[in-house]
């Protein structure tokens, strides 16, 4: 077993070329084991607040007494509990001995491409991804599973770590573990999904850049509950928006008569850096030899405020040059007042009617320079604030299933996202050379949707998708078209996807539709 992420080329018998990698996403060193996160917590509560050491323990009563009025009542408090949460939130903190070993085979693109797949239990993964990506992830999307009673797919006992995904996958012994749902009838049934979520959003936020963004998508039947745990994992602050997505056009035969047509993206913020933005229709600008190469734009005059409540707004403009008079609209006055009308005009913000030919105007209109804008907006202009109306275009689910048929030409995965949903939100929230996380890859629909994005707007974002070997179901579709595990679907979905955006640009730099694909594994160094 290698001990980087990267490691060197494998033999001449494994590949052509003999050059050195490309680092994919940046390279990192794997220990032997993840960093303990409850003793580093401890430590750093240590060197806060030394006075609540005691005997090289934390003294957790001094440590109350130290907070005061802080601390929350132990009898009577709010927040969202459920049967499990101290075992999933130690789950997050244990450390792994997992390790991430190069799969030359299923990769595209070795030695340049960027990005990464990962085959594997997610909440390993994390793990393993904390000690290089730590605030480093801009955008994490994720479409894990609804708990409709049939999708939970993860090993009966996750919670027990590596040790249950390497038998469950036939790593270990012969005996696999059954992939199970979430049936209503086993008892816990929200309890198991949020055990299940917990840790991992735990790690997620810890990737997430100071300006980072995560977008989870969800339906009815968890997403008070997801709100909830965000509400705790992320601070309820951190709240961005809840995105309602139509999925379908309505049905009829459905529970009591009402049709489920929308499903919901939570949106939450690492810290209140993060700033969505998308980019704005252009403004017209105007050149004129007066303003000696000074390009402007024109905007409304007045503001809406009444007479009363803007008195000195309230008056007659008298255009200086002919004697003009404009009266203010007592419902709706001037944005400037009688007393700063002359140092706008003597700055030039002010246009009258007849100024220029070109200028249908009938009333006084505000000048705005272009360097106001950019000034204003610094690296943001050209862009305006995000609706959470989505635009028609983002799809439903039936454009995410034409694209599966389209690249597949059959019909191997069910109620994909459509890309360009996914492509919308990388846009409002990612730059050009931000790194985007997915860790429920599924088909890999946001992988699509970044190698889309790169190819229309030159960008140079990297992708890292996670997905469990989940196996396909012996009739199905996918299974017959050789794909044993939605991994195997996924990985390929990249591959077509990335030759169908390459097949389409005609012009170079071609973006990066490769990836470095690697299998969770345990570690050989000696524990």
Known sequence: MLSRFSPQRPTSKEASSEKSPAPAADAFEVLAATPNFKTELAARLAELIPEALADGKLDVVKLKELLGDDVADENERFGLFWPGKKRALRAAQAPTTATLKPDFVNSKDWDTTQNVFIEGDNLEVLKILQRHYHSKIKLIYIDPPYNTGKDFVYPDNYKEGLETYLEW???????????????????????????????????????????????????????????????????????????????????????????????????????????????????????????????????????????????????????????????????????????????????????????????????????????????????????????????????????????????????????????????????????????????FAGSSTTAHAVMQLNAEDGGNRRFIMVQLPEPTPEDSEARKAGFNTIADISRRRIELAGEKIVGALHATPLPDVGFRAYKLTDTHFAK
């Open 169 to 439: 996958t036939r790593q270990v012994n012969e005996e696999g573990r059954k992939v199970s749902s979430n049936s209503e009838s086993e008892g816990r049934y929200h309890s198991n999904w949020l055990n299940m979520m917990y840790p991992r959003l735990k790690l997620a936020r810890n990737l997430l850049t100071d300006d980072g963004v995560i977008f989870i998508s969800i339906d009815d039947n968890e997403q008070d509950n997801l709100k909830k745990l965000c509400n705790e994992v992320f601070g309820e602050g951190r709240f961005i928006t809840q995105i309602p997505w139509r999925k379908r056009t309505a049905k009829s035969d459905v529970p009591y008569g009402v049709s489920q047509d929308f499903e919901w993206i939570l949106g939450f913020a690492k810290s209140d850096s993060f700033r969505a933005r998308v980019r704005g229709k252009e403004r017209r600008y105007f050149e004129t030899p007066d303003l000696a190469g000074r390009r402007w734009r024109i905007h409304d005059l007045t503001k809406q405020t009444t007479a009363s409540e803007r008195p000195k707004s309230f008056f007659t403009i008298v255009n200086p040059q002919n004697g003009s008079e404009y009266p203010a609209n007592p419902n709706r006055t001037w944005a400037i007042t009688s007393d700063t009308f002359d140092d706008y005009y003597e700055k030039k913000r002010i246009v009258f009617p007849g100024d220029y030919d070109f200028l249908n105007i009938k009333q006084p209109v505000f000048r705005y320079f272009e360097n106001d804008d950019m000034e204003k907006a610094g690296e943001d202009f050209g862009f305006v604030a995000v609706s959470t109306l989505l635009p028609e275009s983002v799809g439903m689910t039936k454009e995410g299933g034409a694209e599966i048929i389209e690249l597949f030409e059959e019909k191997i995965f069910s109620f994909p996202k459509p890309s360009a949903l996914i492509k919308h939100l990388v846009e409002i929230s990612a730059r050009e050379d931000n790194i985007i996380l997915d860790f």
